[in-house]
């Protein structure tokens, strides 16, 4: 069945250096891959999405290339800031699927 | 922005009790999803549905009822919870591909 893991479960970095939070999925389907930001108390919001593959989307600093020949949907951002404290959530829309699956998250601590 | 509403936002009930969660969407999207997020597993989809009266069955149902009585509105029901299922719960709502969650239900079966 279709699946998304993210290998990290916690990222400790600090500010100012550069980030990349890792995602790959299975499927047999075309996918859509998203990256959600859940911030403390919050709701799990949509930070960047595709579904075109070799193409880097970019959302508030953040960003993502799908690779459909390996799989990946990494997250990158040059230079984390302290409010970029977070989890991150990968997630995979398989085909016309109607809904997402997602990966177990992972927390990005950013220090000072 | 679309909006998810749930209640109650904090729960405690005791083990063998009955528990409704409620959430409502105000953007007449057709699906709305149940999931529950604990550490270490992410978001894990319980049931879904596209429409009033219709209910789809997630990756993790087992304890768990839901009821779609109108497009607005989704209830999740446990009607004999367990400790095991003391989690947070995410209502969310979408449309073309794009999911809008509530601010989620903290619960806690004692």
């Known amino acids: 069945g279709d699946s998304v893991t993210q290998t990290e479960g916690l990222v400790t970095l600090t500010k100012g250096l550069p980030v990349m939070l890792n995602c790959t999925y299975q499927?047999?389907?075309?996918?859509?891959l998203f990256w959600y930001v859940q911030h403390l108390n919050e709701a799990p919001k949509l930070l960047l999405k595709s579904s075109t593959d070799n193409k880097r989307t970019e959302h508030q600093g953040f960003y993502a290339t799908l690779h459909k020949s390996s799989s990946s949907f990494h997250l990158q951002k040059s230079s984390v800031q302290l409010s970029d404290s977070a989890l991150y959530f990968c997630a995979l829309r398989a085909n016309s699927g109607t809904y997402q699956r997602f990966g177990t998250g992972t927390k990005l601590q950013v220090v000072p | 922005e679309a909006a998810v509403t749930q209640s109650p936002r904090n729960k405690v009930t005791v083990t063998g009790g009955n528990v409704t969660l409620s959430c409502r969407q105000t953007?007449?999207?057709?699906?709305m999803y149940w999931y529950r997020q604990d550490t270490g597993h992410g978001l894990r989809l319980i049931h879904y549905?596209?429409?009033?009266?219709?209910?789809q069955i997630g990756d993790v149902p087992d304890g768990y009822k839901a009821t779609r009585t109108t497009q607005e509105d989704f209830f999740l029901l446990l009607e004999l919870a367990s400790p095991s299922q003391t989690s947070l719960y995410f209502c969310?709502?979408?449309?073309?591909?794009?999911?809008?969650f509530g601010k989620g239900t903290r619960l806690t079966v004692v």
């Open positions: 549905s596209y429409g009033a009266g219709n209910l």
């Open positions: 969310a709502s979408s449309e073309r591909g794009l999911v809008f």
């Open positions: 499927t047999t389907y075309s996918p859509f």
């Open positions: 953007n007449s999207h057709n699906y």
